[in-house]
């Protein structure tokens, strides 16, 4: 993986969007939250089942956010974020990260065909912890 890439995703002044996030604590999507939330980011929770977490508003989708994200983090099923990717070009979005498990070769080349910088195959809170910024 394009370790500048990466960087570039993690710069502290990126507005985040979690689509996946979970109540859960073992799930991943309620793991990246909170993790990105801790390292002081900006990080807009996005799921369409729940209405708050951590107290603050849960977002049905990308389009209802109070801003446009910087990076917009999936953690969700391949054919979900087949559609997210979708609706990322519509929004102007520029950088999507896949966590392991919610890419599909589809939504990659998607991204790639529509000038969409992807990170796949990387664990946002594996990578942020790894660099040092």
Known sequence: MNE?????FLKKENVFAVVGVSRNPAKY????????KE?????????????EIFGERCYNSLT???EKPDVV???????V??????E?????IERVWMQPGSESEHAINFCT???IKVVHDACVMVKRRDASF
Do not use: F, S, W
């Not at 990080?43 to 209405?51: A, E, R």
């Open 113 to 115: 065909r529509n000038k």
């Open 81 to 86: 974020t087949e559609k997210i990717v979708e």
């Open 4 to 8: 500048k890439l990466i960087k570039e």
């Open 73 to 79: 983090d999936t953690v969700v099923p391949p054919v």
């Open 88 to 92: 990322c070009k519509e929004l102007g």
């Open 29 to 36: 999507g309620h793991q990246v939250y909170k993790d990105l």
């Open 39 to 51: 390292a002081g980011y900006t990080v807009y929770p996005v799921n369409p089942n729940i209405d």
């Open 64 to 66: 209802e956010l109070p």
